[in-house]
Nanobody
Framework: QVQLVESGGGSVQAGGSLRLSCAASGYTFTSYYMGWFRQTPGKEREGVAGINRLGTTTYAISAKGRFTISKDNAKNTLYLQMNSLTPEDTAMYYC?????????????????WGQGTQVTVSS
């Protein structure tokens, strides 16, 4: 059974940093494309960053230069380092996995989801 469990969210002031983690189990971690998404109430879930099995990354425009996605295959763990946070980054953050080797960073292409971790950035 596939499980994705996020952690590392919290409250931080603008300009601060957080590192999110996503522990994966129940499937071959190295074979799946992994992504981070976020969602605020009343808005659609949006892609933040993605990483393929070879470590090639892609970022939403809002994340480029501030966020870094990475993974540790030995630990079956996905990370999202977030720097220079702004109140606009406040959202529930989700990690997701798909067997599609190079999907667009859109929720409809991802099969498995975690429960989310809340990030709140105050001004």
């Amino acid at each position: 059974q596939v499980q994705l469990v996020e952690s590392g969210g919290g409250s931080v002031q603008a300009g601060g940093s957080l590192r999110l983690s996503c522990a994966a189990s129940g499937y071959t971690f190295t074979s799946y494309y992994m992504g981070w998404f976020r969602q605020t109430p009343g808005k659609e879930r949006e892609g933040v960053a993605g990483i393929n099995r070879l470590g090639t990354t892609t970022y939403a425009i809002s994340a480029k230069g501030r966020f870094t996605i990475s993974k540790d295959n030995a630990k079956n763990t996905l990370y999202l380092q977030m720097n220079s946070l702004t109140p606009e980054d406040t959202a529930m953050y989700y990690c997701a996995a798909t067997s599609n080797p190079w999907p667009a960073l859109e929720p409809r292409y991802f099969h498995f989801w975690g429960q989310g971790t809340q990030v709140t950035v105050s001004s």
